[in-house]
């Protein structure tokens, strides 16, 4: 029978205790042998997220009257963020709950700019075949007309390609600081530089690199250009729950002016409950999320921040000149930061995933090309020796022609095999469906 709600309480110590058992088959994270889904910064940082999070754990950033505190947080935090990506004060900006929800609120401003603006009745956006899913789903939820420009070899979006998709209805051109697949910097300067001579915008989804690159290039890293000191830059996104080591549930999108951030907006004058004003795309706003990114940016300081991006570079570092130590594997493009894929020409790199798997190593695939991926926080420094070991070994008995242990290499073939994309989508959400089936 499906779980009802119990009819009678359980006391907090077993509930807990019952939470704690919970975690049991959940991805080891905190050991650095995940390599997404979790930016760990030490169990220090994680001590004053949580404290900050309770502390406001009640509050709702929905209305900035009731809570000036989270108000004045938020406006920080976005002002702390405008700053560090080349902003000056006309950058305007709100938190939101993920990268996803900052690209939608993006999508959603040029639409809404291109029909008041520009008088179009059907705004089209160009986006780089590299860029985030979120930004299908935005064009998906927005119902928001879009194109996919290719990439070049270095995995950089041609931006050629993309000029040549620009047509009369076009909005606004996206680029990626660093595209999540290969971690390789679009080149923004012609991106923006396209946008600006056509009067379009110009997003750049800094979700991944916005609390990195600026790090890195203090640190003397070549980071190419790729925020609002590049001339065209209208608007960008950049996640505090990824290298801002916020709690989930925090990111900025940020604009080059107050104005543009006005599409963003929903305000309903005509509702019997009052007049309603919402800034982003969710209603009720966790104030635990505001203050615990408030909280990890003056904790960490510029100082911190720099500490754990050194951390980062010298992992990488290391890992990709093991990796193409291994004979048959080779590091694709030429990655930034922490965030980079790696292929093989005489190796099923899917197996080599199983193969790692089993030793508890998890990394995700990729497709076209097939890839695995390593996405590098300060957890790794302590375990990417063994890493390499491991990953020699692996590859070594692979190549030997040792079969992979069972894992989901048969399956990503399958689906390389499937030129429609469209129907693994089928395939997609019956496994979603399965997934979330009653208990
Ligand atoms: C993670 C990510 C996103 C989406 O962010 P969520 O917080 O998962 O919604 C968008 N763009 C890039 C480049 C990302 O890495």
Redesign the pocket.
Known sequence: MAKTLPKSGTPRDAVMQQLKALHADDAKWKDGRTFSLVYFAGDEVSALLKDAYSEFIAENGLSPVAFPSLRQMECEVVSMAASLLGGDDDVAGTMT???????MMAIKTAREWGRKVKGLKRPHVIVPAS?????DKAMHYFDVDYSHAPLQADFRVDVAAMEALIRPETVLLVG?????PHGVIDDITAIAGLAKSLGLLCHV?????GFFLPFARMLGRPVAPFDFAVDGVTSM?A?L??YGYAA?GA?VVLYRTGALRRHQFFTYAGWNGGLYASPSFCGTRPGGAIAAAWAVMHHLGEAGYLTRAQSIIDSTKAMQAGIRDIAGLHVLGEPVGG?FAFGSDSLNVYELGDAMDARGWKLDRQMSPPALHVMVTPAHAAVWAQFLTDLAECAKSLAAGEPAPDGSAAMYGMVGSIPDKSQVDDFLGEFLDGLFNRA
């Open positions: 709950s993920g990268g996803t929800e900052s690209i860029a985030h899913p979120a930004f990626s600081a660093p595209a999540y989804d800094a979700c991944l690199g996104s996640d729950h990824k989930k990111s965030v």
